[in-house]
């Protein structure tokens, strides 16, 4: 199994999920006319990874913005996550958000209580 690296765009985060590390970066923007091709083949590569995943897996989002369809799929990101959580797999998410950023707070906040899984919401000081 490879590394999932996807280079950042004008519509698109950077992706770098390390197998090996069981380290998963998402950092950007995410405003995507149709999300769901962009995030199906993040979701098949998380599915493949958590058959023989390290012993915690950590989460870093770092979004400076998302639209409505991205959310939602970034949303179903974090429930594919939890699946395997639910199966005892450790998983941590780190959520990063600038100080003055309330939309992006408050969806990770959104995230935090749908997906009830351990969930960290960092402050970044400008």
Same mark, same amino acid.
């Given at each position: ?7 950042? @765009? ?7 999920? /390390?197998?090996? @590390? /069981? ?45 409505? /369809? ?37 969806? /990770? ?18």
């Amino acid at each position: 199994m490879k590394d999932l690296i996807i280079e950042q @765009s004008k519509i698109s985060p950077y992706v770098n999920f /390390g197998y090996k @590390s /069981g380290i998963f970066r998402l950092e950007g923007r995410s405003i995507h006319e149709n999300p769901d091709d962009f995030y199906k083949n993040i979701f098949k590569w998380v599915d493949k990874y958590f058959q023989n995943p390290v012993e915690k897996t950590i989460i870093i989002i770092k979004l400076e913005y998302a639209n409505s /369809g991205s959310s939602k799929s970034i949303l179903e990101l974090l429930r594919v996550i939890k699946k395997h959580y639910d199966t005892g797999n450790q998983c941590v998410i780190e959520w990063y958000y600038e100080e003055e950023d309330e939309a992006i707070y408050n969806l /990770g906040l959104h995230y935090q209580e749908s997906v009830q899984i351990p969930f960290n919401l960092n402050v970044i000081y400008d």
